[in-house]
């Protein structure tokens, strides 16, 4: 499900956000805490089965934020380029909005080898020994895509 937008010149189908999502470098997670304070941090993610699922540490800000509120949104940019004699850039982005749950054992599993196939490509067998290494020092998240939309000048 897309959001409206208002420049609709500027909307991207949703297969092409969703391409985006998938291919995106890294992303801001938009959460907001108990005391309603808005709090946005970068991270690796990867995406399985129309969600992103993402790492984190076992305590920390960003887990008290989701433990008080588990809405998120999530925005990716991809190619950029300035365009400074029409006061412009050209962009690609896609933000995505769901509810962010913490998943545990296979579930967790794959999202962490999802994590090494995107990020550490050519070291399948050292990020497998690494997941076992660490597993319990790190948590995942899994966000179900509700709504995406999809923008870009290009």
């Known amino acids: 499900m897309q959001h409206e937008l208002r420049r609709t010149d500027r909307k991207v189908t ?9 291919h995106g470098e890294y992303g801001i997670l938009s ?4 005391d309603g ?3 946005g941090m ?9 969600a992103i699922y993402f790492h984190s540490a076992v305590a920390g800000h960003k887990l008290e934020n989701l433990a008080a509120n588990n809405r998120v949104s999530f925005c990716v ?3 950029t380029e300035l365009l400074p004699d029409k006061f ?5 982005s896609v933000i995505i ?3 962010a749950a913490e998943v545990f054992d296979e579930e967790k599993q794959q999202a962490l080898e999802g994590l090494v196939a995107k990020y550490s490509v050519g070291y399948r067998t050292e990020g497998l020994n690494y997941i076992v290494a660490k597993e319990k020092q790190a948590k995942v998240f899994k966000v179900g895509i509700e709504t995406i939309c999809g923008k870009a000048r290009r």
Do not use: F, H
């Open 37 to 39: 304070q808005p709090y």
């Open 42 to 50: 970068p991270l690796s993610y990867c995406v399985i089965d129309n």
């Open 77 to 79: 940019v991809g190619t």
């Open 88 to 92: 412009a850039t050209r962009y690609e």
């Open 31 to 34: 959460t907001c805490g108990p």
């Open 97 to 99: 909005s769901g509810k």
């Open 14 to 22: 949703e297969t092409e956000a969703l391409n985006l999502l998938e």
